[in-house]
Structure formats: C-alpha cells, structure tokens
Nanobody
Framework: QVQLVESGGGLVQPGGSLRLSCAASGFTFRSYFMFWYRQAPGKERELVARIGEFGVSTNHADSVKGRFTISRDNKQNMVYLQMNSLKPEDTADYYC????????????WGKGIQVTVSS
C-alpha cells in the first residue's frame, strides 16, 4: 500500500522558514521522481518543485526559486522541501507526490499539509 505522509507544516510569520517532510512507503522510492505541489484557496494546483531519482536533477517554480529547495534521502525514503523567506502568497496546502514521469502528473499523492504565512 502506497503511502505519502507530509509533516512540518503550520503557521509562520512572513520572512520565516519551514521544512516540509514527506515519508514514503509501499513502492520503490528510489525509482520515482518526487514532487511538491501546492494549492491555495480559490487557485489552481501549482507544481512547486520536483527532483530526480538520484537527487541530482531538480526544478523549482519561478515563484519559489531561490527561496525553496527540494531534496531527498533514498536511504530513508524521505523527500523534503526547505522553505525560506516565506511570503503570505506561499500560504497553501502542500502535497507530496511520486511519479514515474518527469513531465506528467504523479501517480501517487499524499493527503497534504497546510502552510500559513501570516503575521
């Protein structure tokens, strides 16, 4: 049974940092691309970042480039999203996802975790 469980969300002030974690199980983690998506209220889902199987290739949305960093640990079956210099517009539900194709919607999704940036 595939499971993706996000943690590390919460309320943070503008300019602050959070680190999201995603624990993966039930599939061969090292063979999958990993993704972070987000969806703010009333907005479309947005791809935030993605990472290749070996953690070498990464891609970040322009809206978060230079502030967010995706990484993975294939020994621990974990993927992370380090979020710095957070802005109110980063407020959203964040989802961890796993897929076999770089440019297609992932096959597996976590339930999501809320991040709120507010003073």
């Amino acid at each position: 049974q595939v499971q993706l469980v996000e943690s590390g969300g919460g309320l943070v002030q503008p300019g602050g940092s959070l680190r999201l974690s995603c624990a993966a199980s039930g599939f061969t983690f090292r063979s999958y691309f990993m993704f972070w998506y987000r969806q703010a209220p009333g907005k479309e889902r947005e791809l935030v970042a993605r990472i290749g199987e070996f953690g070498v290739s990464t891609n970040h949305a322009d809206s978060v480039k230079g502030r967010f960093t995706i990484s993975r640990d294939n020994k621990q079956n974990m993927v992370y999203l380090q979020m710095n210099s957070l802005k109110p517009e980063d407020t959203a539900d964040y989802y961890c996802a796993a897929g076999t194709r770089w440019n297609r919607l992932p096959e597996y999704w976590g339930k999501g975790i809320q991040v709120t940036v507010s003073s």
